[in-house]
Nanobody, 130 residues
Framework: QGKLVESGGGLVQPGGSLKLSCTHS????????IGWFRQAPGQERRGVSC????????YYADSVHGRFTISRDDATNTVYLQMNDLKPEDTAVYFC???????????????????????WGQGTQVTVSS
């Protein structure tokens, strides 16, 4: 049974930075993608950024392009989301997800709601406030 564990959330002032981590285990990821999604209170869970674990291609929603960077460290089975120039509207619970690229990359590129996803993490809260 696969598992995803997020960490790195917290409270940060507008313009600040945070780096989220998603550590994966027990899951065959060579042909999968890992994505970051976020859900604000009363809103759908929407795609933020994905990385294809087979070819390394990265994808971003327009709202975070140029501010967020997704990366991977295969030695530690970790996918990171570096978030810079954070804004109050970035406040949400951030979730890590794993599935076939076709299942989650469209949500990441379009900032759209997530449909069925094979595996979710438990989420980490990010709050951007002065």
């Amino acid at each position: 049974q696969g598992k995803l564990v997020e960490s790195g959330g917290g409270l940060v002032q507008p313009g600040g930075s945070l780096k989220l981590s998603c550590t994966h285990s027990g899951f065959y990821l060579d042909q999968r993608a890992i994505g970051w999604f976020r859900q604000a209170p009363g809103q759908e869970r929407r795609g933020v950024s994905c990385i294809d674990m087979e070819d390394g291609r990265t994808y971003y929603a327009d709202s975070v392009h140029g501010r967020f960077t997704i990366s991977r460290d295969d030695a530690t089975n970790t996918v990171y989301l570096q978030m810079n120039d954070l804004k109050p509207e970035d406040t949400a619970v951030y979730f890590c997800a794993a599935d076939w690229p076709a299942a989650i990359v469209p949500a990441c590129t379009g900032g759209r709601a997530a449909g069925y996803v094979e595996l979710w993490g438990q989420g980490t809260q990010v709050t951007v406030s002065s």
